[in-house]
């Protein structure tokens, strides 16, 4: 079943010639984006019970170190004489002064200066975006261990109103920060293959969608696999444990504060990460990312598809975000315009509301209990029949040797 | 060897001096029951002893090792397991799941099979073998106090504290749990059983500790403790107690519950 869904979106990009290809193609990748997040943050909330509202902030804090990076620092072969730079090898790494939201005709940064002195004569690198993605990641699994750390007593609301309050000083943050992070403006990025890619000898434009498809939708088989292994792990065991009862875990030897701290880490990395990506793919991120609106979203998908499955809590991502788009087009009953840019937010709700309501672990999971475990009843049933048969009276004390 | 050595703990809530320089020492494979009235300090003496709560002032030594400022796990690691006055089993997760945490986080072996293995073998012990597959919420209030109990034969402590083992659960259930007490002491684990079940704790203990509002008033067999003046007023009381008339002839059950 999930091969083929993995074959499926394999193939998708390549059959599919229904019309709007460019627009089905994104709502795919930003699916896949939803789907990483989604799937993380059931690992966090509904395999470890870690309620936390601050993952799309790590998301942010992903898009917005590579933004920072690819925005302030270049490569160049020559001294600018105007920024901040340090010399490696025959190179400087030219360190871009902030100037806000001004106009560029106004005043220029000190590199712009710079390339308008060398007149074309020098040529200035960017650098290069699989690096800022990898400190994307590496900022939010700092800021996951820390807020792990920060976190440790919490539980339940306090832990949700807390991370909550992270998420909104992050995005005031940035909104405030106006010299640096252009606020409201936001950052334009490069993007994920600035000047095009050719794979197996086809050239690919850098707005073609195919490959930001296939590197959105291998960093979700990633994380997926990364999250399959690590919940058929004793790491999946203990987190679960944790979940359940923690000082009942802790009595039983497991070391809780290793494993709640260690599924902060992963969990911030993949959302660091997916927002990395993302944010070279829309190549602009603004301080809206992050905003609780965003977060909302997840969790909904999250709870819908089923929070204590990240599988099912990656297809729900993509089942939804795809309705979400089909609910855009308005229609008429009886003359009367139904406007669903507006209604589809109340139909999401209402799902939501339903799911919650009558299948509180999701929509999916009933349908993987059934093929996983619809066995475990009758298996109990009969081996119980076998026990008794066995066993005319109590069983004797056994031994713990 | 097994040696536990507590000596003048003392654990305060507020204004609640919940622990009154308590002392004690266990050497050796003993059966021991906890026993007092409500508030007595059953419980937080145990979650001292567990390393849950830090006590204010006091040691506490297993085998050696100072336990009383470590955390749980480690308590755990050292040597010493226990269950909850109410079941707290993983409810979300299959009961072979529950007994492969403790056998993993201890690192008792690595390779899965063996833990399997001893998982089954710990299962058909309490006869639960058929439920292996069963996620724990769906088993009984009694079933789950038996895989409370499997969890700790996975555990393979020194040392074991029993925190109402017997409350709430049916006759026959109680027999499985006598016989795993019986079997897991006669292997060598000493075993602190905390109950307000009196003829359970008389049967099986060799040793009662008797603690009243945060003082261990009484360290003694059984019957010396029967006999003591101040453990029946503060706790077992007398004949009249229990009937008001004096018809009764023997000590019953639970006589604090409340």
Known sequence: MGLAIVLFFMAFPFFYSAGNYDYVMHICI???????????????????????????????????????????????????????????????????????????????????????????????????????????????????????????????????????????????????????????????????????????????????????????????????????????????????????????????????????????????????????????????????????????????????????????????????????????????????????????????????????????NGLLPPLIEYFTRGHVASETTAQRTVDDADTPSVRPVGGSE | MIELSVARLNKRFGGNHVLKDVSFEIKGPEMIGLIGPNGAGKTTLTNVLDGAVKPNSGTVYLNGTRIDQLAPFQVANIGLGRTFQITRSFRRMTVLENLYVPALALGKSHRIAEIHERAMEVLEFLTMGHLRNEYARALSGGQQKLLELGRLLMLDPNIIILDEPFAGVHPRLLDIIYGYIRRVNENGTAIIIISHQMDSIFSLCKRLLVLNYGDLIADDTPDKVKADPVVIKAYLGTEEDYTGTGQSSEIQTDPSHG
């Open chain 1, 30 to 360: 930003i699916g896949f984006f939803y789907a990483i997040l989604a799937s993380s943050w059931s690992m966090l909330a509904g395999y470890a019970g870690q309620f936390s509202f601050g993952h799309m902030a790590f998301m942010g804090l992903g898009a917005y170190t590579t933004a920072l990076f690819c925005h302030y620092l270049f490569i160049s072969p020559e001294p600018t004489g105007l920024c901040t730079e340090f010399a490696f090898g025959d190179y400087y790494l030219i360190l871009k002064n902030p100037i806000g939201v001004t106009s560029t005709t106004l005043t220029q940064d000190c590199l712009s200066q710079a390339m308008d002195n060398w007149n074309g004569s020098v040529e200035v690198k960017p650098m290069p975006v699989w690096l800022g993605v990898m400190l994307g990641s590496l900022v939010g699994g700092i800021f996951g261990l820390l807020i792990g750390l920060l976190v440790l007593r919490l539980r339940a609301a306090y832990l949700a109103l807390f991370t909550l309050g992270f998420s909104e000083i992050l995005r005031a943050t940035i909104s405030a920060e106006i010299m640096i992070t252009r606020g409201q403006a936001g950052i334009e990025l490069p993007s994920l293959f600035e000047n095009g890619i050719t794979i197996f000898g086809h050239a690919f434009s850098k707005t073609d969608k195919i490959p930001p498809y296939f590197v959105m939708f291998f960093l979700l088989l990633g994380c997926l696999a990364l999250m399959t292994w690590l919940s058929r792990s004793r790491f999946g065991l203990f987190v679960r444990a944790l979940r359940e009862d923690e000082d009942a875990a802790a009595a039983l030897g497991v070391n809780t504060t290793r494993y709640k701290i260690l599924v902060f880490v992963i969990t911030s990395m993949m959302a660091a990460t997916a927002g990395a990506v993302q944010a070279h793919y829309v190549t602009i991120v603004t301080p809206n990312n992050i905003m609780i609106l965003q977060m909302s979203i997840v969790v909904a998908m999250a709870v819908i598809g089923g929070v204590e499955n990240f599988v099912a809590a990656a297809i729900g991502a993509i089942l939804i975000e795809f309705a979400l788009e089909m609910l855009r087009t308005s229609f008429n009953i009886g003359g009367v315009e139904i406007d669903m840019t507006i209604w589809r937010l109340v139909f999401f709700g209402a799902v939501l509301m339903l799911t919650l309501r009558f299948a509180r």
